[in-house]
């Protein structure tokens, strides 16, 4: 069971304060190391921040020392009550650039205010200061921080670092969600239409439509999941590819299937095909954003496989 704060002796706010430099060091080790493909500059921010925590560490471990001998138990921070549960950060793959500057500046604000509550509460004069120290260099971590970004992080170093967080976008999410779209809008066009035209019943074609949109959505999505575990290509965590593509498939499927809860079949029908060319236009927008396909070529390409689909379904329900 966790301990309460107020409770620990001077000897355990020294070995938690030993063992919360330590793993504030080896977490800012496992940030540069998880970031130095892709972001170099930023990789070794996060070296000199790790060497500042070692430095932290070194001083605490004198003063207990001093005070203690040389045993230090080992007392971590879920032992004690009140820190702030974080997920280990090798279950975080890949890394985001901007979710690892956030968790920063969370670890180096819960820190400082540890130091501030253990200053206040030991007794020893030397322990009192060390520790008032060190929630003033915990508070100049930030600054520390922003004049390390200035030297490391240039204009043009920023710039390849937005570009390199940009690709990890597309591979991880848009190139999911794409394909998962791609195939929910085009491909259950010519059942919904097929059925539609065969039986003139809108309740039928919502049936269909909805059956195909939801089946094409599990299946893209457990396909997506087993293509690739992600750590050679760098397209992320399986498992969120796949609830993106599978879930972009449903959606591309359903928007087409929605307008036949419309009891009038000509209706729904002429709404249908109006959805059909708003969801073929959104395709070819994002292939230009963010795959840099001429948006004409996108539009030419998606379009004429989109009608070739939508009149194969006509003709069959029709026959």
Same mark, same amino acid.
């Given at each position: 069971?966790?301990?309460?704060?107020?409770?620990?002796?001077?000897?355990?706010?020294?070995?938690?304060?030993?063992?919360?430099?330590?793993?504030?060091?080896?977490?800012?080790?496992?940030?540069?190391?998880?970031?130095?493909?892709?972001?170099?500059?930023?990789?070794?921010?996060?070296?000199?921040?790790?060497?500042?925590?070692?430095?932290?560490?070194?001083?605490?471990?004198?003063?207990?020392?001093?005070?203690?001998?040389?045993?230090?138990?080992?007392?971590?921070?879920?032992?004690?009550?009140?820190?702030?549960?974080?997920?280990?950060?090798?279950?975080?793959?890949?890394?985001?650039?901007?979710?690892?500057?956030?968790?920063?500046?969370?670890?180096?604000?819960?820190?400082?205010?540890?130091?501030?509550?253990?200053?206040?509460?030991?007794?020893?004069?030397?322990?009192?200061?060390?520790?008032?120290?060190?929630?003033?260099?915990?508070?100049?971590?930030?600054?520390?921080?922003?004049?390390?970004?200035?030297?490391?992080?240039?204009?043009?170093?920023?710039?390849?670092?937005?570009?390199?967080?940009?690709?990890?976008?597309?591979?991880?999410?848009?190139?999911?969600?794409? *394909? &998962?779209?791609?195939?929910?809008?085009?491909?259950? /066009?010519? @059942?919904? %239409?097929?059925? !539609?035209? +065969?039986?003139?019943?809108?309740?039928?074609?919502?049936?269909?439509?909805?059956?195909?949109?939801?089946?094409?959505?599990?299946?893209?999505?457990?396909?997506?999941?087993?293509?690739?575990?992600?750590?050679?290509?760098?397209?992320?965590?399986?498992?969120?590819?796949?609830?993106?593509?599978?879930?972009?498939?449903? *959606? &591309?499927?359903?928007?087409?299937?929605?307008?036949? /809860?419309? @009891?009038? %079949?000509?209706? !729904?029908? +002429?709404?249908?095909?109006?959805?059909?060319?708003?969801?073929?236009?959104?395709?070819?927008?994002?292939?230009?954003?963010?795959?840099?396909?001429?948006?004409?070529?996108?539009?030419?390409?998606?379009?004429?496989?989109?009608?070739?689909?939508?009149?194969?379904?006509?003709?069959?329900?029709?026959?």
């Amino acid at each position: 069971m966790a301990k309460n704060f107020k409770d620990l002796s001077e000897q355990e706010i020294l070995a938690l304060a030993i063992s919360l430099e330590e793993t504030d060091a080896r977490i800012y080790a496992d940030f540069a190391a998880g970031l130095r493909a892709d972001y170099p500059a930023t990789t070794q921010i996060f070296k000199e921040m790790e060497a500042e925590e070692d430095e932290h560490r070194g001083k605490l471990i004198e003063e207990y020392r001093r005070r203690f001998g040389e045993h230090i138990p080992l007392i971590r921070r879920e032992d004690v009550k009140g820190f702030v549960h974080r997920k280990p950060v090798w279950m975080i793959r890949p890394l985001g650039i901007k979710t690892v500057r956030r968790q920063a500046e969370i670890m180096e604000t819960e820190t400082r205010r540890f130091y501030e509550r253990a200053a206040n509460k030991v007794s020893d004069a030397s322990t009192r200061q060390l520790l008032g120290n060190l929630a003033e260099a915990e508070r100049k971590h930030m600054t520390l921080a922003e004049n390390l970004q200035q030297k490391y992080l240039t204009p043009e170093v920023e710039a390849q670092e937005e570009k390199a967080h940009r690709r990890l976008f597309v591979l991880q999410i848009v190139q999911p969600g794409l *394909a &998962g779209l791609m195939d929910g809008s085009v491909s259950t /066009l010519a @059942p919904v %239409f097929a059925a !539609a035209f +065969a039986t003139h019943s809108s309740h039928a074609a919502f049936v269909v439509g909805l059956a195909a949109s939801v089946g094409a959505g599990i299946s893209m999505a457990f396909a997506e999941a087993a293509s690739d575990d992600g750590s050679l290509t760098g397209r992320g965590k399986p498992l969120l590819r796949g609830v993106v593509c599978g879930l972009m498939t449903t *959606a &591309g499927g359903i928007g087409h299937t929605l307008p036949y /809860l419309i @009891p009038n %079949f000509r209706t !729904a029908t +002429a709404i249908a095909v109006v959805i059909v060319a708003i969801e073929l236009l959104l395709i070819s927008w994002i292939r230009k954003r963010y795959m840099d396909t001429p948006f004409l070529r996108a539009a030419f390409q998606v379009i004429v496989g989109g009608v070739l689909v939508f009149l194969v379904g006509i003709w069959i329900g029709s026959s």
